[in-house]
């Protein structure tokens, strides 16, 4: 390593070369493809880092990384800068309908003694999670004997720090209807923070964990009756976007439903999953 530079400092750009090296260790690891029109997200998002470690520019921060043993140290910085966590409460709010209209009367018949269980695949800082625990459990209000547990998974170390803290801006909360805020969020007792949490009783529903869907093998235990899976294949290839698909139907039970993102598919993979409703699948 260099000695500390000014955190400030100008940092020359990084280089289409350097830029190729992180691609390339990125797709390995996480599968997310950085076509060069990425280098200035990747630049922005990585110069903080560099900064702070204190070397001159990228290609000592890439030698120190890619050549000096530094890659153990910088996996988890690297691939934490350039995941796109962008998520909300109630996204795409037609597949809550679903969830509970069309999935949760046929997986939950009245009588079903064992919880549903939910796998939210790529939950970013749990927004997705919570919200359907907050459906969920507004369901067993009204469907006594009914109960779930979700496993919520991410491969960015940031986002899931948040996530298992269930502490956010009263700006995110924005989309959650005023009578779930009500029962489920709780604002600080300093109002000027302007921060809600989610309620412990909701928190204590969900179970959060660092997974990588590039993976072999999943360390969560299914099999699962609904998955959530949105937004994240669009960040890979069509051949990983299948091989992902494949693992997570092996962690699907038969009759389970699968939840893609509004612009993600299956079609061509050749699955046995029947579309049930725009992004929904349902496992043969
Ligand atoms: C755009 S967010 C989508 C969040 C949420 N599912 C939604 O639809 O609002 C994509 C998430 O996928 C995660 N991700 C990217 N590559 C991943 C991988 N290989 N394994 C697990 N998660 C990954 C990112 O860290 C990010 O939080």
Redesign the pocket.
């Known amino acids: 390593m260099t000695a500390m530079a000014e955190p400030s400092r100008f940092l020359p750009p990084l280089s289409p070369r350097d830029f190729r090296r992180i691609g390339g260790f990125v797709s390995e690891?996480?599968?997310?493809k950085l076509p060069p029109a990425k280098r200035a997200m990747v630049e922005g998002r990585l110069r903080r880092r560099v900064r702070g470690l204190g070397f001159a520019d990228f290609s000592a921060y890439c030698r120190f990384v890619f050549d000096d043993g530094g890659l153990e140290q910088e996996a988890v910085h690297i691939?934490d800068a350039v995941?796109?966590?962008?998520?909300?409460f109630f996204?795409?709010p037609d597949h809550f309908r679903v969830l509970t209209g069309l999935a949760l009367p046929h997986l939950a018949p009245p009588g079903r003694v064992r919880p549903v269980k939910l796998w939210?695949?790529?939950?970013?800082?749990g927004?997705?999670p919570y919200t359907l625990a907050m459906v969920l459990a507004e369901y067993a209000g009204s469907h006594p004997g009914f109960d779930f547990a979700i496993a919520a998974?991410?491969?960015?170390t940031e986002?899931l720090r948040t996530a298992a803290l269930g502490i956010y801006p009263e700006a995110e909360i924005e989309p959650v209807p005023p009578a779930l805020r009500r029962r489920y969020l709780l604002r600080s007792r300093d109002r000027s923070r302007g921060k809600v949490r989610i309620a412990p009783e909701l928190r204590a529903k969900v179970r959060f964990l660092r997974?990588?869907?590039?993976d072999q093998t999943y360390g969560v235990k299914g099999p699962f009756d609904v998955i959530?899976?949105?937004?994240?294949l669009i960040?890979?290839d069509k051949p990983t976007q299948a091989a992902?698909v494949a693992r997570l139907c092996d962690h699907l039970a038969p009759g389970g439903f699968l939840f893609l993102?509004h612009s993600e598919t299956v079609a061509g993979f050749g699955m046995k999953l029947r579309p049930v409703a725009p992004t929904v699948f349902v496992k043969e």
């Open positions: 690891v996480s599968g997310i691939i995941t796109t966590n962008k998520t909300e996204r795409e939210s695949a790529a939950c970013s800082n927004a997705e998974t991410d491969l960015c986002v997974l990588n869907l590039m959530f899976c949105r937004n994240v960040y890979f992902v993102g």
